[in-house]
């Protein structure tokens, strides 16, 4: 099974607020990466975080890896109708092979 | 710089009948990589070649599925006999390098969508 798990499985956001999603490890992991998977699009690769408490930022949107290595976080400000889509985290098991969790599935109400 | 390709889009097959995708990823990128990914759910690796050799294929259910990656270059998935549970998208990716425990980001194809009737 997947050991990355991703909470929340949905999120509804109304247009203008900020909210965060949130993915956990069973194990410590030499680095993360999130993607980002519009409707009836394929994943695509936003951003890898590899030190510990590292934080990253693109634009409107916040990346931190936990000091523990095990959790990571998305922080979107100012939801936008762009930002619709289920974002994955993916974590190396096994020194290459990523597992995807199952997404954090976003809607925004305008 | 062109992205990954793959075909078809959408195939619509019944059930024990045998399907094949195709895919052709970034030049010059030496790992591809297939992944199963069934609605609502991540993305699933099926099996990772680097270059034309197995990197693995731990989740790939032999029984019924194969792939293949001649000369490093274009890679081919295949099923049979499908099953019901098979409906799914199948995503191609490629990375430049062979990931390890750095990790290589990784690029992916639109997918073929299968459905199984």
């Not at chain 2, 992205?3 to 591809?32: D, M």
């Not at chain 2, 680097?50 to 029984?63: E, H, I, R």
């Not at chain 2, 295949?78 to 690029?107: F, H, M, N, R």
């Amino acid at each position: 099974g997947q050991q990355v798990m991703q909470i929340p499985q949905y999120q509804h956001v109304q247009e203008g607020e900020d909210f965060t999603t949130y993915c956990n490890s069973s194990t410590t992991l030499s680095n993360i990466q999130w993607y980002k998977q519009r409707p009836g699009g394929h994943p695509v690769f936003l951003i890898q975080l590899v030190k510990s408490g590292e934080v990253k930022k693109q634009k409107r949107l916040t990346f931190q890896f936990g000091e523990a290595k095990k959790n990571s976080s998305l922080h979107i400000t100012a939801t936008q109708t762009t930002d619709v889509g289920t974002y994955f985290c993916a974590g190396p098991f096994n020194d290459y092979k990523l597992s995807f969790g199952a997404g954090t599935t976003v809607t925004v109400r305008a | 710089e062109a992205g990954v390709a793959q075909s078809p889009r959408y195939k619509i097959i019944e059930k024990r009948q045998s399907v094949a995708f195709w895919c052709n990823p970034i030049s010059g990128h030496a790992t591809l990589y297939w992944y199963q990914q069934i609605l609502g759910q991540g993305p699933k690796l099926l099996i990772q070649f680097q270059n034309n050799g197995v990197v693995d294929d731990s989740q790939l259910p032999k029984d019924r599925f194969s792939a293949e990656r001649l000369k490093g270059v274009d890679s081919t998935l295949k099923i049979q006999p499908a099953k019901l549970e098979d409906s799914a998208v199948y995503l191609c990716a490629s990375s430049k390098l062979a990931g390890g425990p750095l990790g290589d980001t990784q690029y992916f194809g639109p997918g073929t969508r299968l459905t199984v009737l």
